[in-house]
């Protein structure tokens, strides 16, 4: 009866141990694999080039450094920190410009409903980056037989994870001014970029993307005229909805497996 209860507490310890043992050896797996809710805010700027010049004026040019915000948001499957898979929305309003003479801007803001862009994408893990170092604590641990170790604990003022990002997008553009422009016009987009996912200990905070994204055909053509030297000059600017992109967003835990 003993030896019994003997060989049942034996059992019941090894399987205790497996149990703990499986526990932590997959933690590491599947603890890291994240679905966010990922809403985001930025600056755009549509990229325009001229597709006409009837006078020949060589000052007349697209400039494309005017920006609007955009706003966006989207669902991240986020795994092991390495590859991300995301899908969403996002939106923003077209602005037209361009220089003349001697490097003056004109600007048009268009205000009607906004563009819609919905990407798939795909992001992965490049590297990870401390930057900064503010402070650094060091303790010598004597463990058994006199041996010692040493355990370094950084702490720095940046961390985070560069990424590089890709995907397509389906576009819904029925803001964009000019001639080509109608309702609910479509067009598809392929897009890349760099980001980077701030973070602090197992938990991401901001994440700051550069993004740009070039369209597949020419969505629109913008007349222009303009006075210089009491003489009117006239061009077209043209434009597939291509745009640079700065992005802030701020991921938001929806389960963890």
Same mark, same amino acid.
């Given at each position: 009866?003993?030896?019994?209860?003997?060989?049942?507490?034996?059992?019941?310890?090894?399987?205790?141990?497996?149990?703990?043992?499986?526990?932590?050896? &997959?933690?590491?797996?599947?603890?890291?694999?994240?679905?966010?809710?990922?809403?985001? *805010?930025?600056?755009? =700027?549509? +990229?325009?080039?001229? %597709? #006409?010049?009837?006078?020949?004026? &060589?000052?007349?040019?697209?400039?494309?450094?005017?920006?609007?915000?955009?706003?966006?948001?989207?669902?991240?499957?986020?795994?092991?920190?390495?590859?991300?898979?995301?899908?969403?929305?996002?939106?923003?309003?077209?602005?037209? =410009?361009?220089?003349?003479?001697?490097?003056?801007?004109?600007?048009?803001?268009?205000?009607?409903?906004?563009? $819609?862009?919905?990407?798939?994408?795909?992001?992965?893990?490049? !590297?990870?980056?401390?930057?900064?170092?503010?402070?650094?604590?060091?303790?010598?641990?004597?463990?058994?037989? !006199?041996?010692?170790?040493?355990?370094?604990?950084?702490?720095?003022?940046?961390?985070?994870?560069?990424?590089?990002?890709?995907?397509?997008?389906?576009?819904?553009?029925? =803001?964009?001014?000019?001639?080509? =422009?109608?309702?609910?016009?479509?067009?598809?987009?392929?897009? *890349? !970029?760099?980001?980077?996912?701030?973070?602090?200990?197992?938990?991401?905070?901001?994440?700051? $993307?550069?993004?740009?994204?070039?369209?597949?055909? #020419? /969505?629109?053509?913008?007349?222009?005229?303009?006075?210089? $030297?009491? %003489? /009117?000059?006239? !061009?077209?600017?043209?434009?597939?909805?291509?745009?640079?992109?700065? +992005?802030?967003?701020?991921?938001?835990?929806?389960? %963890?497996?």
């Amino acid at each position: 009866m003993i030896q019994s209860r003997s060989y049942h507490f034996k059992y019941q310890t090894i399987l205790s141990t497996i149990v703990v043992f499986l526990c932590f050896a &997959s933690g590491p797996v599947f603890s890291q694999t994240n679905l966010r809710l990922t809403p985001g *805010f930025g600056l755009q =700027s549509l +990229q325009w080039y001229v %597709k #006409e010049n009837k006078n020949a004026d &060589s000052r007349f040019k697209a400039y494309n450094f005017h920006t609007t915000p955009t706003f966006a948001v989207s669902l991240q499957l986020d795994i092991k920190h390495d590859w991300m898979i995301f899908a969403g929305w996002y939106t923003y309003r077209s602005k037209v =410009s361009f220089k003349y003479g001697n490097g003056s801007t004109i600007g048009y803001l268009t205000m009607p409903p906004p563009a $819609n862009i919905f990407p798939l994408g795909l992001q992965k893990t490049i !590297g990870t980056h401390r930057l900064f170092k503010v402070n650094r604590q060091i303790e010598i641990l004597k463990g058994i037989f !006199g041996i010692q170790s040493i355990l370094n604990n950084d702490r720095y003022l940046l961390v985070f994870r560069s990424r590089l990002i890709s995907g397509v997008s389906y576009d819904l553009i029925n =803001s964009t001014p000019g001639n080509l =422009s109608t309702t609910n016009q479509t067009n598809i987009s392929l897009f *890349f !970029g760099l980001g980077l996912q701030f973070f602090n200990a197992d938990k991401d905070r901001l994440q700051l $993307n550069f993004i740009y994204s070039q369209g597949s055909k #020419e /969505i629109s053509d913008f007349d222009v005229d303009y006075y210089l $030297n009491s %003489k /009117i000059y006239s !061009g077209k600017l043209g434009s597939k909805g291509s745009f640079f992109a700065v +992005q802030l967003a701020y991921p938001l835990q929806m389960f %963890k497996l």
